[in-house]
């Protein structure tokens, strides 16, 4: 076995998954209980071979090396834990999105079908569940029918995190498996956990399912919930776009989520092909002046008598005054800074610039779709992707495998380590192709402010 840590594999650099072998000598091995399974023997070569890799750059130069590799997610031919000694646990951390049901029933299903564990456990209302004793059972029969809703049966919370806590209770439960759904801050939390349950030498797999429509999670393709959330803010969209086309001078303001990362508002921008402006943190904007939103705004309803705006609710967050910043808008208890309304600033911004102006009468909707888009059962495609991240993930901790997010790495699902996820945020980069088919598909203009080219000269 490779050792768990960043290996050099001929020219390219394998970033390896911890092992419950690296810390535990003499660990027994059993057969893989998927060789007796009657779904699975029709499967040829089933078993993923312990020397397959995913690459992350796909494209690479013909006499380049490969770059950095990820062990393939799938069943192992040896297992680290007997099937009648495992008890998991599920949690769900963090807000909500579209698929976290999905998954907590794969998982469930996934251990009771393919591997004949029974001992399930779900901790109700996040990290605060393992020390406050919030506890249910789990069997296929309990998650039967859960994908059909929004949300998450085990509820959810943000904070609550405190790491000896946790393990405490992960070890006095006897638990040995441990399934962690969240985002970028949750995954960070998880390979805390990962760390102290190493140090106290416990026989225990950590696998972090990463959570967030935000899309926001480095390494990996997507996450769960992201391709229904881009899917559900097609409708907020799309009524923007009846009420400014039935109105003259009409504008839809539609605001989607994502406070760093613009990816939600990028994509649904591009499958709606109604919108005509698109604003992400990424990329910074002006509204005053030559070349600002506001002036475009003025030449689009000129133009074709209406328009339709989408911003990502990151974005413009720097250019709200501190007389502006009555409204803050955030839909969950966390500690992060609150981030102010941009869309009920933008608009009322819009409003005002038109009523001093005088030049013509606007009518502005404001559609603000964030518990809509969140709160909705997943679609056919985020089913189907969950399916495959829960069993991956069940795989992987089986295998003995531990201290890693499961993912698809160019359409591949992988074993991450935990570093990796927690090194810094994905964000859409505005000198990629995609933000250039966004540029073309809306034909807005760039929005950077004179000023900051001037003064980035003047530093060069």
Same mark, same amino acid.
């Given at each position: ?170 070890? $006095?439960?006897? @638990? ?6 969240? &985002? =970028?801050? +949750?995954?960070? *939390?998880? /390979? ?21 429509? $935000?899309?926001? @999670? ?6 769960? &919930? =992201?391709? +229904?959330?881009? *899917?559900? /803010? ?227």
């Amino acid at each position: 076995m490779l050792d768990s840590a960043t290996s050099y594999v001929s020219d390219s650099l394998l970033e390896d998954v911890p092992h419950l072998s690296d810390y535990i000598p003499d660990l027994p091995t059993y057969p893989d209980p998927l060789q007796d399974n009657p779904s699975y023997a029709v499967v040829k070569q089933y078993y993923v071979n312990q020397d397959d890799t995913v690459a992350q750059q796909i494209v690479v130069h013909k006499n380049s090396s490969r770059g950095t590799l990820f062990r393939r997610a799938g069943p192992a031919q040896k297992v680290y834990f007997d099937s009648k000694e495992v008890y998991a646990c599920i949690v769900t951390c963090g807000g909500l999105c579209p698929g976290l049901n999905t998954v907590i029933r794969e998982l469930v299903c996934g251990l009771y079908h393919m591997y004949g564990v029974h001992k399930v456990l779900g901790i109700e209302g996040g990290y605060r569940g393992f020390y406050s004793r919030n506890t249910i059972p789990l069997t296929p029969k309990i998650v039967n029918d859960i994908h059909k809703r929004g949300g998450t049966i085990l509820k959810t919370s943000y904070g609550g995190h405190d790491t000896s806590k946790i393990v405490d209770s992960i070890q $006095d439960r006897g @638990i040995n498996q441990v399934y962690i759904l969240g &985002g =970028f801050g +949750t995954q960070n *939390e998880a /390979a805390m956990i990962f760390e102290e349950i190493r140090r106290r030498g416990l026989k225990v797999a950590v696998v972090g399912i990463p959570k967030t429509i $935000d899309n926001d @999670i480095p390494v990996i393709d997507k996450s769960i &919930g =992201f391709d +229904t959330a881009v *899917e559900e /803010a097609q409708r907020a969209i799309n009524s923007a776009h009846v009420e400014a086309e039935s109105a003259e001078n009409g504008i839809g303001v539609v605001k989607l989520m994502g406070r760093c990362s613009g990816f939600i508002a990028m994509y649904a921008t591009l499958a709606s092909r109604d919108v005509d402006c698109c604003l992400i943190p990424e990329s910074p904007f002006y509204l005053e002046g030559p070349g600002g939103v506001l002036e475009f705004i003025e030449k689009r309803l000129r133009e074709q008598g209406h328009m339709v705006i989408v911003i990502a609710e990151g974005a413009g967050q720097e250019l709200i005054l501190p007389s502006d910043k009555s409204n803050k808008n955030r839909p969950d208890a966390a500690s992060d800074d609150l981030f102010h309304d941009v869309g009920l600033w933008l608009s009322l911004k819009i409003k005002d610039h038109f009523a001093r102006s005088k030049k013509m009468a606007i009518n502005l909707k404001y559609i603000d779709p964030t518990y809509m888009i969140r709160a909705i059962p997943s679609n056919a495609s985020d089913n189907v992707f969950c399916t495959l991240l829960a069993q991956s993930a069940v795989h992987g901790a089986m295998a003995g495998y531990t201290g890693f997010t499961v993912g698809p790495v160019n359409g591949r699902n992988c074993y991450i380590p935990f570093h990796l996820i927690n090194e810094g945020q994905k964000r859409v980069v505005i000198t990629d192709r995609m933000w250039a088919r966004l540029l073309s598909s809306t034909h807005q203009p760039s929005f950077v402010n004179p000023l900051h080219i001037t003064e980035e000269a003047k530093a060069e």
